[in-house]
DNA sequence: AGCAGACCTGACCAACCAGTCAAGGTCGTT
DNA sequence: AACGACCTTGACTGGTTGGTCAGGTCTGCT
């Protein structure tokens, strides 16, 4: 009995090395989130998972790397989340598809988007590589498909950047900006405000570009 | 001849000060932007403006204070700038009006919005009052507008914050996320994409909203 | 059992940083 | 001219941080 202590102690050796980098990279999301890369501390992120600071270097060499592999993990998921896009629908399903998972994004992972966030806003001296490679290749894909779009009349005719910045300005909001909207809103957003919102940024957009939402396919 | 060596060095006592605190400011602007609160140096700050380190302590006690006071300044500046709502204008011509200033806050005043930014991201642990006092009631006073448009049958009925939070969430998308729309982009906007960058934001939301651009008042 | 290699950690160090201070310089006023 | 207030700055310090390391513990394998 109390066989699971720090829910890590069963499987092979693999496994729970695997499991305390994770736990280790968790606790580092939500410090740097909170503090920036300059702000936060080894030892900070150490308490946060109950580890002494020595065993962090154990597995991360340095603080940059651990902060790399964070950035590294958000990014994989945010273009997971993009395959939403990928499909050969209608402008409206495959954009209110990538909107609402955008979305969820932000309510679920929003301290991935914050380091995100905080990476771009200091000039991604990490990750610049990132942008310059998979992220530019995954807009340019992106872009080529609003325009098929254009070009078949199905929405109105806006340049696609513009309109993909939109797409992630306001759903990353939600994430980045999440202080200052429960502030706001006197408390943490409620499940029937998130839906709301959601419903709002979508159909402002699809309106937006000309689509009329709900109007039969 | 060389009267002005460093743009300071007339004008009375008072307006010499003055002068210093704001080059301390505009430099402390630049370098918080960039490393955020941790990782600015006041050292970095005072290279940046060619002074000592000595000198900035002599004009602001802590770099705390001096955190606080670039961020009250970016504060004043979009307070003042969010005036441009405050007209008896139709929906479309305030909301417009609104939207073009914001976007050329974000092109101006890209280190001020960072540094807001990066401030809400990290908890707003320094302005967390001015959220709950200004901001809070600037909010208000908006969201009333908004519905009245709304009952007035102007505008779509939707959420007023969430469409406030997407406007700011798109025009300062521009400024926190600048270095990668540059990326993206090979290089900084031009003045053309800028321009129509906002018409595209203008009017996806205005369509967005249930206005049609263009058409006559 | 016993060995090798992986894992853990308290104590330590060099580097760095915000903030201090005392001594010297400059300006306005009388 | 001369006095006091304001300004400038190099040198210093107490505290913090990323990173190291030696010695210990645990695990799987023969």
Chains 1, 2 share one sequence.
Request: aromatic share 10%; with cysteine.
């Amino acid at each position: 009995m109390a066989q699971t202590e720090g829910a890590e102690k069963s499987g092979t050796r693999a496994e729970m090395r695997e499991e305390t980098e994770r736990a280790i990279l968790d606790a580092a999301e939500g410090i740097f989130a909170e503090a920036g890369f300059g702000g936060a501390t080894m030892q900070a992120i150490a308490d946060s998972c109950g580890l002494p600071k020595a065993n962090l270097h154990y597995y991360f060499s340095s603080k940059e790397k651990l902060y790399r592999r964070v950035v590294e993990r958000i990014f994989t998921v945010w273009l997971e989340a993009a395959d939403s896009f990928d499909t050969d629908a209608t402008p409206e399903v495959a954009l209110r598809r990538y909107i609402e998972r955008k979305m969820q994004l932000s309510r679920d992972y929003r301290y991935g988007s914050k380091v995100w966030a905080n990476e771009v806003l200091h000039g991604a001296p990490i990750i610049q590589d990132y942008l310059e490679t998979t992220l530019r290749s995954w807009t340019e894909t992106r872009v080529a498909v609003i325009r098929r779009w254009i070009a078949q009349g199905a929405i109105r005719p806006v340049e696609p950047r513009w309109l993909l910045y939109m797409i992630w300005a306001t759903t990353q909001h939600y994430a980045d900006f999440a202080h200052q909207i429960e502030t706001l809103n006197h408390g943490p957003l409620e499940a029937d405000q998130w839906d709301d919102a959601t419903e709002t940024v979508c159909s402002i957009i699809l309106r937006g570009i000309g689509i009329d939402p709900g109007a039969p396919a």
